[in-house]
Nanobody
C-alpha cells in the first residue's frame, strides 16, 4: 500500500515557477514508477510527466517538455515536479500517482497503469 500527499501548489503569475512535491508512505515506494497528471475544469485528466523507479528514465507530455522537470528521491520517499515558464493553460489540479512494477525502467503515460493516487494540489497561473 502506498499513500501519496501532494503539496506546493498555489497561485503564480504567467512566466513564474512552482515546485510540486509528493510525499509517499509505504516501503514499496522505491519499486514504484511515478507520474504526475493534471485535470483542468471540464477536461479529462491528462498525463504530465513520469519517472522510472530507478530514476534514470523520464517522459513528458509535449505541452510541458522543456519547461517541467520530474525528479525523485527514493531515500526520502518523494517525487517532485519543477514547473518553470508557467502558462495560463497549466492551470489545473495536479495529481501524483504511483504504480508498482518489477521493471526498473518502466515509464508510464497511461493513467490506468497507476495503482495509487494522491488527492491533488491546485495550481493556478494568472495571465
Amino acid at each position: 500500500q502506498v499513500q501519496l500527499v501532494e503539496s506546493g501548489g498555489g497561485l503564480v503569475q504567467a512566466g513564474g515557477s512552482l515546485r510540486l512535491s509528493c510525499a509517499a508512505s509505504g516501503r514499496t515506494f522505491s519499486s514504484c514508477a511515478m507520474g504526475w497528471f493534471r485535470q483542468a475544469p471540464g477536461k479529462d485528466r491528462e498525463f504530465v510527466a513520469a519517472i522510472s523507479w530507478s530514476g534514470d528514465r523520464r517522459s513528458y507530455a509535449d505541452s510541458v517538455k522543456g519547461r517541467f522537470t520530474i525528479s525523485r528521491d527514493n531515500a526520502k520517499n518523494a517525487v517532485y515536479l519543477q514547473m518553470d515558464s508557467l502558462k495560463s493553460e497549466d492551470t489545473a489540479v495536479y495529481y501524483c500517482a504511483a504504480g508498482l512494477t518489477f521493471l526498473s525502467g518502466a515509464v508510464w503515460t497511461e493513467n490506468y497503469k497507476y495503482h495509487y493516487w494522491g488527492q491533488g494540489t491546485q495550481v493556478t497561473v494568472s495571465s
